[in-house]
């Protein structure tokens, strides 16, 4: 099937050069697998608004050939250096131009310093929870090198659907709009991605997806503090963001990472969460904390931001995330699922209210 969309893309003509997309070297990151198609429309030297056009009919053209279900096209294009210069390191998009989200009263960001302190299983049910509160929510999976939200919301098999007016309808779980690339490529499929590939396809999951009318949009962040988490402070239109570490003593070096980014760009900070927080064996009721204690909220604390509560390490929890089945959603009354179900308590509230986007104010004593 590669074969025949490589012929069908052929068949697009770039206006500019006269030639096939293909042997421009235009069409970028071709993966075809199981019906579903995807690639990148790059130029060096135009702004990805002029290639939509472009995207659109390489797009087209692929859906002709048999057997393919969907196709992804993004689009996405960097300024070259001078003649003879080094390149300079991509600078993410100025913070002025927002996307336009609609009806959606509050955009939250979950982020973390480092990865592996469970930020998406907190974002996830923290969405879940907020649904099962009344609120109408969506939730953006914006790791685009690892997305986890198909599975651990139990949409593995989802297919997006493309409306009649281009837009795309995401698949719902648990009263949840969800939209994730791993409903786009395949699972196994390595995205060897680009830092403007990254933070065009991001773009267009903002822009293009039908989430309005929404109480709060839920965007769990890649870990880090990289171009891809700047580009989406500035470009989404953050009400506030909230912070995920771990108890270690180390974690006031990752979360003030994370806060510092969002001062930068001037986005409010909601809470901090400490995750893996303590374990209690269910046959004796000992209590124990192989990761530390406590770090997060000395973190929050050092930060003068607020504490939004700690989660326990929990097996169920583990368990409930490979199997798509949240906690906060499928047993809310367990003791994992009322402490989702508090800390979305705190949320709600936190963006009912005033933000300041003055950032916290470091203590040292």
């Not at 995920?244 to 409010?268: E, H, I, W």
């Not at 124990?288 to 931001?305: E, I, V, Y």
């Not at 097996?315 to 009354?333: H, M, R, W």
Request: proline share 9%; hydrophobic share 45%.
């Amino acid at each position: 099937m590669t074969t025949s969309v490589v012929k069908a893309l052929q068949e697009v003509r770039d206006p500019i050069t006269g030639t096939d997309v293909i042997a421009a070297g235009l069409v970028r990151g071709l993966t075809v697998r199981d019906g579903r198609v995807g690639f990148v429309i790059e130029a060096d030297d135009r702004p990805p608004r002029d290639l939509e056009p472009l995207r659109a009919a390489a797009e087209a053209a692929a859906r002709t050939v048999p057997g393919v279900t969907r196709v992804t096209a993004v689009t996405t294009a960097h300024d070259p250096a001078p003649s003879g210069a080094p390149r300079a390191a991509p600078k993410p998009p100025s913070g002025h131009g927002k996307i336009d989200l609609g009806d959606v009263a509050a955009v939250l960001a979950v982020a973390s310093g480092k990865g592996g302190v469970g930020k998406s299983t907190v974002a996830v049910n923290l969405a879940c929870a907020l649904a099962r509160g009344g609120k109408k929510v969506g939730l953006l999976d914006a790791d685009v090198y690892g997305p986890s939200t198909p599975i651990m919301m139990g949409l593995t098999d989802a297919k997006p659907q493309r409306m009649a007016d281009e837009t795309i309808a995401p698949p719902e779980a648990y009263g949840v709009k969800v939209m994730s690339m791993g409903f786009l490529v395949d699972a196994e499929q390595a995205m060897i991605w680009r830092g403007p590939m990254v933070m065009g396809a991001l773009g267009q999951l903002l822009a293009d997806v039908a989430w309005a009318p929404l109480d709060v949009l839920v965007i769990d962040l890649p870990p880090g503090t990289g171009d891809a988490q700047l580009t989406l402070a500035q470009r989404a239109p953050l009400t506030a963001a909230l912070i995920v570490s771990t108890p270690q003593q180390v974690a006031l070096a990752d979360v003030r990472r994370g806060v510092n980014m969002f001062r930068k760009v001037n986005v409010p900070i909601l809470g901090i969460i400490e995750n893996m927080s303590g374990w209690t064996d269910p046959d004796t009721g000992k209590t124990s904390a192989p990761f530390g204690r406590g770090g997060a909220k000395m973190a929050a604390d050092a930060l003068g931001a607020p504490f939004l509560g700690a989660i326990p390490l929990d097996p169920d929890l583990a368990a409930a995330s490979d199997a798509g089945t949240p906690p906060a959603a499928c047993a809310p009354e367990s003791a994992i699922g009322l402490r989702f179900l508090e800390i979305a308590d705190l949320v709600g509230a936190g963006l009912a209210r005033p933000l300041s986007k003055a950032g916290p104010r470091i203590v040292v004593n």
